[in-house]
Every structure is written in C-alpha cells, then in structure tokens.
C-alpha cells in the first residue's frame, strides 16, 4: 500500500508557541490531504481538507486562523498550529489519497501534541 | 446528524472468546464505501478492510470477518477466538460518492480482551 509518512510523531511546547507538523506522501502523488483531530477517548474528526495548489476547506467551527493548512506540493501538507494553548493538546493525523481515480485515503502515523 | 453509529462503547472478553461489534452507517448516496480501522494505544491507524456499497458479499480474513448488510445499513465486525493483542479501539467509517477519500469516522468501540 502507499506510505504517507507523519512528522514529528510527538511534540511537547509552550502555551503560546507555534507547531508545525508535516505529512507527506512518500511513493504517490496526493491531490488532496486530509486532517483529522482526536481528543482522548474520542473519535477522529475532520478539521479540514487541503488540496493542492488551492486554499483549504476547513470543516465547521474549525477555526482557519489557529490551523494554518499549506498543501505546497503533491507530496507535502503542512499544518501550523498557531499560538497553541493547552487545549489544543490532541492526536493530529492525516490522510493523503492518489491524485488521479477514486482510491481510499492512506493514513500517517498521527502526531501527538501536548501544549504545557 | 451523526451518519456512523457504534453503540458499543466499550466491550470486555476473555481470550478466546468471539466478540462482535455493531456498525449502522447513513448516507443518501447510491455509491460509497465502508471500512474498518483498529487503533492500538500507540496510535496509528490500522487499516482493516473496505467495502464498496455494490459489494455485499461478506468477506472473512483470518480471525476477522464482516457482514455487510445494506437493507439494515449495517456493517458489523467479528473477531473470532479473540487474542490479547486484539486489545485495541475500533472504528467504523464511511467514504461518500461525493467525498472521495474523506472519511467519517464512528465513536469507536473499545475492545479489552483479557488473558
């Protein structure tokens, strides 16, 4: 299956701060990358969708501002946790699928933040 | 309005012992998909199968099996002789026509399985 690789897996930083985690997919090319969110003992929710080349569409009550989306190239998603506070501590994960057919979306390995 | 449901919250066994659990999806679209993932406490996403919504054959793999059954929309998982290493959180999800690759994920259903 296609590898979609997750960095850092897990950061700890200040209240205030900024974190930037990557997603990259590493044998395809990915038209469009999911974001997912989940708190503990909760399930994953969408945040947002970024397509390439484009701005993302975030999902509602997700703010835009916080969660900077970059979908620079079909290989790379960024998302850029901005002035983190502690609750946005949470599992980020993201998805990637193929750039061209239907094909499920492939799964990084997720991103554990804790903001202190 | 909540389109993947797993009423089981959480479900205890004891090794070797089958355990079931329960998927019931909604969606208007004609044409979508139905997967399953596991999520050990580490994390990441283990993908378990996919089903399109033409194909209701039930499909058995190992220890798992799942019975697709569109008339009740509902998309159950059965782990036969359960193991400790089944000790994980499942969850169901759906892929819409409309929505490639963009899943909807239900609440998760917590499996303990003890020696």
């Known amino acids: 299956g296609a590898v979609v690789s997750q960095h850092p897996s897990r950061v700890i930083c200040k209240s205030g701060t900024s974190v930037k985690i990557e997603c990259r997919s590493l044998d395809f090319q990915a038209t469009t990358m999911f974001w997912y969110r989940q708190f503990p003992k909760q399930s994953l929710m969408l945040m947002a969708t970024s397509n390439e080349g484009s701005k993302a569409t975030y999902e509602q009550g997700v703010e835009k501002d916080k969660f900077l989306i970059n979908h620079a190239s079909l290989t790379l998603s960024t998302l850029t946790v901005t002035s983190a506070h502690p609750e946005d501590s949470s599992f980020y994960i993201c998805?990637?699928?193929?750039?061209?057919?239907?094909?499920?979306?492939?799964f990084g390995q997720g991103t554990r933040l804790t903001v202190v | 309005a909540q389109k993947v449901t797993q009423a089981q919250t959480e479900i205890s066994v004891v090794e070797k012992e089958d355990v079931t659990l329960d998927c019931v999806y909604e969606t208007r679209d004609t044409t979508y998909y139905l997967f399953w993932y596991k999520q050990p406490p580490s994390g990441e996403l283990v993908f378990l199968i996919r089903?399109?919504?033409?194909?209701?054959q039930n499909e058995i793999s190992g220890r798992y099996s799942w019975n697709f059954q569109k008339s009740t929309s509902s998309f159950n998982f059965t782990i036969t002789a359960s193991q400790v290493v089944d000790s994980a959180v499942y969850f169901c999800?759906?892929?819409?026509?409309?929505?490639?690759?963009?899943?909807?994920f239900g609440a998760g259903t917590q499996v303990v399985v003890t020696p």
């Open positions: 998805s990637a699928r193929y750039r061209t057919g239907r094909s499920e979306a492939f």
């Open positions: 999800a759906l892929s819409e026509d409309d929505s490639w690759g963009k899943l909807q």
């Open positions: 089903r399109n919504s033409f194909d209701e």
